[in-house]
Nanobody, 126 residues
């Protein structure tokens, strides 16, 4: 059973940075297909970035050039570095994992993942 635990959320001003972490247990971060998602109040959960076991990544247009995800195989942790944060980035951020490779084009779809963390809140003030 894969378990995911997010941390690192908080409150920052516009233009600031945060680094989220997703601690993985029950499997290795390098063998899983993983993603970061976020959900703002009253909105659908949306994909932020996917990262596959071959290291390939796919970013949502809204975060390209500002966010970067990386795997730490030593600590078995997935990270999300968020720079140049905007108020519209405010949301609960979730880490997700799948043991099977999502179908082509489905990497940023929530239904491609079957393991989820509890989320960590990110609030960006203007």
């Amino acid at each position: 059973q894969v378990r995911l635990v997010e941390s690192g959320g908080g409150s920052v001003q516009s233009g600031g940075s945060l680094r989220l972490a997703c601690a993985v247990s029950g499997d290795t971060v390098s063998s899983l297909y993983m993603g970061w998602f976020r959900q703002a109040p009253g909105k659908e959960r949306e994909g932020v970035v996917s990262i596959y076991s071959d290291g390939s990544t796919n970013y949502a247009d809204s975060v390209k050039g500002r966010f970067a995800t990386s795997q730490d195989n030593v600590s078995n942790t997935l990270h999300l570095q968020m720079n140049s944060l905007k108020p519209e980035d405010t949301a609960m951020y979730y880490c997700a994992a799948a043991v099977w490779r999502p179908a082509t084009g489905w990497g940023l779809h929530r239904y491609a993942y079957n393991y989820w963390g509890q989320g960590t809140q990110v609030t960006v003030s203007s």
